[in-house]
């Protein structure tokens, strides 16, 4: 990233697999059983999604579903509309939604397709090919449940599913591929991408603008009550018209039209179900403080929780300026206390690498660095 301009500070919300569900509007569950899925077992099922798809659509095991488009995003960090097409006609061979029994079955039917190409590619034979595809199969199933997950259909319906939306996990892995490229190439364009790439992680939609404005969010407000913790959170995103992220949007087949394919890293919908509740207030807020073109947060690595990133144009705003308002509007309102409050980044300079035949010399290179001083030493 071009750190000149734009720097990242990581606050920090609640603890993943112990905190996050009583943060999360509904969309987790503290322990397994009937109803949505943990943060732990959402995790489980994401991680197998790609693995999934390959094996429902046959994909040879000699590739993957991004080798097609690399060379094409190395060029100039946007998808031509052949691998829009062939994108789109990946999707359309996926369900929007099926549970686990569905699934199962179709994979069990193409068990003998995977044993051709485990002989063939992997050059294993037919009883080790045998093992490592029921071993496989049975892995894809492991560690999580139908989930049952809500969203706002584009009506404004409220509406709850069980299954499982592969079509909108792999969707979210190829809007991201773009939207990363994106920022390779457009660096100048960092909080517009970092915003798109967020949006696939989001849990409620909250329109920043309905907020109060920065000052008011600095304050204790009246009708905040004797309300603390997640259960002000819930306050906050019901009087301010929050709702379930519609994780379908622009995936039915109508949408996914092979004549004329969507963008890919503008893509309204998919989620890979890595989002919280509160961080997407904590987004809401901030764009809502500083300007939609000043700030974006983004979860970090696999989000629900701990800390979180918040990107800061300093062209448009003082760091310290958002530090302080996280300190105020989120910290001391939800009732966080974290050591350390932020974590930062700082790039270095220059590096050297040197190679040592003998680990013993490592000493002797320590004490030369520290003799040349401080600007060799680092």
């Given at each position: 990233?071009?750190?000149?301009?734009?720097q990242?500070?990581?606050?920090?919300?609640?603890e993943?697999d112990?905190?996050?569900w009583?943060?999360?509007?509904?969309?987790?569950?503290?322990?397994?059983?009937?109803?949505p899925?943990?943060?732990?077992?959402?995790?489980k099922?994401?991680?197998?999604?790609?693995e999934?798809?390959?094996?429902?659509?046959?994909?040879?095991?000699?590739?993957?579903?991004?080798?097609?488009l690399?060379?094409d995003?190395?060029?100039?960090?946007?998808?031509?509309l052949?691998n829009?097409r062939?994108?789109?006609?990946?999707?359309?061979q996926?369900?929007?939604?099926?549970?686990?029994?569905d699934?199962r079955?179709?994979?069990?039917?193409?068990?003998?397709?995977?044993?051709e190409?485990?002989?063939?590619?992997q050059?294993?034979?037919p009883q080790?090919?045998t093992?490592?595809a029921?071993?496989?199969?049975?892995s894809?199933?492991?560690g999580?449940?139908d989930?049952?997950?809500?969203?706002?259909?584009?009506?404004?319906k409220?509406?709850?599913?069980?299954?499982?939306p592969?079509?909108?996990?792999?969707?979210?892995?190829?809007?991201?591929?773009?939207r990363?490229?994106?920022?390779?190439?457009?660096?100048e364009?960092?909080?517009e991408?970092?915003?798109?790439?967020?949006?696939?992680?989001?849990?409620v939609?909250?329109?920043?603008d309905?907020?109060?404005?920065r000052?008011?969010m600095?304050?204790?407000?009246?009708?905040?009550?004797?309300?603390?913790?997640?259960?002000?959170?819930?306050?906050?995103?019901?009087?301010?018209?929050a709702?379930?992220?519609?994780?379908?949007?622009?995936l039915?087949d109508?949408?996914?039209?092979?004549?004329?394919?969507?963008e890919?890293?503008?893509?309204?919908g998919?989620?890979?179900?890595r989002?919280?509740a509160?961080?997407?207030?904590?987004?809401?807020?901030?764009?809502?403080?500083?300007?939609?073109?000043?700030?974006?947060?983004?979860?970090?690595a696999?989000?629900?929780?701990d800390?979180?990133?918040?990107?800061?144009?300093?062209?448009?705003?003082d760091?310290?300026?958002?530090?302080?308002?996280?300190?105020?509007?989120?910290?001391?309102r939800f009732?966080?206390?974290?050591?350390?409050?932020?974590?930062?980044?700082?790039?270095?300079?220059?590096?050297?690498?040197?190679?040592?035949?003998?680990?013993?010399?490592?000493?002797?290179?320590?004490q030369r660095?520290?003799l040349?001083?401080?600007?060799?030493?680092g």
């Open positions: 990233m071009p750190a000149e301009r734009f990242v500070i990581y606050p920090y919300t609640v993943r112990r905190a996050a009583q943060w999360s509007w509904g969309a987790y569950a503290a322990a397994p059983g009937p109803g899925l943990t943060t732990g077992e959402m995790r099922l994401t991680g197998k999604a790609a999934m798809a390959a094996l429902l659509i046959r994909l040879p095991l000699d590739t993957d579903l991004f080798k097609p690399e060379a995003l190395m060029e100039d960090g946007a998808l031509n052949e829009r062939w994108i789109t006609g990946i999707l359309r996926l369900p929007l939604r099926a549970n686990r029994e699934l079955r179709r994979l069990e039917g193409n068990r003998g397709w995977y044993l190409q485990l002989i063939a590619v050059n294993l034979d080790a090919a093992l490592q029921d071993a496989t199969l049975a894809l199933f492991a999580w449940r989930p049952v997950l809500r969203r706002t259909a584009p009506e404004g409220l509406m709850q599913e069980t299954g499982v592969l079509r909108a996990m792999v969707a979210y892995l190829f809007a991201e591929v773009a990363n490229f994106q920022l390779i190439h457009h660096p364009q960092w909080i991408w970092v915003t798109w790439s967020q949006r696939g992680d989001r849990s939609d909250i329109e920043p309905l907020l109060p404005p000052e008011v600095e304050q204790s407000l009246d009708w905040e009550g004797g309300s603390a913790g997640a259960g002000l959170l819930d306050q906050w995103l019901g009087r301010f018209g709702t379930p992220f519609d994780y379908q949007r622009g039915d109508a949408s996914l039209s092979v004549e004329n394919p969507p890919f890293d503008r893509l309204e998919a989620s890979f179900f989002g919280l509160l961080i997407d207030l904590a987004e809401a807020m901030l764009k809502r403080a500083f300007g939609h073109d000043a700030v974006a947060v983004r979860v970090n696999a989000g629900q929780g800390y979180f990133q918040v990107h800061v144009d300093t062209h448009r705003v760091t310290d300026k958002v530090k302080r308002f996280l300190r105020t509007a989120f910290y001391q009732g966080f206390l974290p050591d350390p409050e932020f974590v930062e980044l700082h790039p270095g300079g220059g590096a050297v690498g040197v190679r040592l035949d003998r680990y013993d010399t490592l000493s002797h290179l320590v660095l520290r040349a001083g401080p600007r060799s030493s």
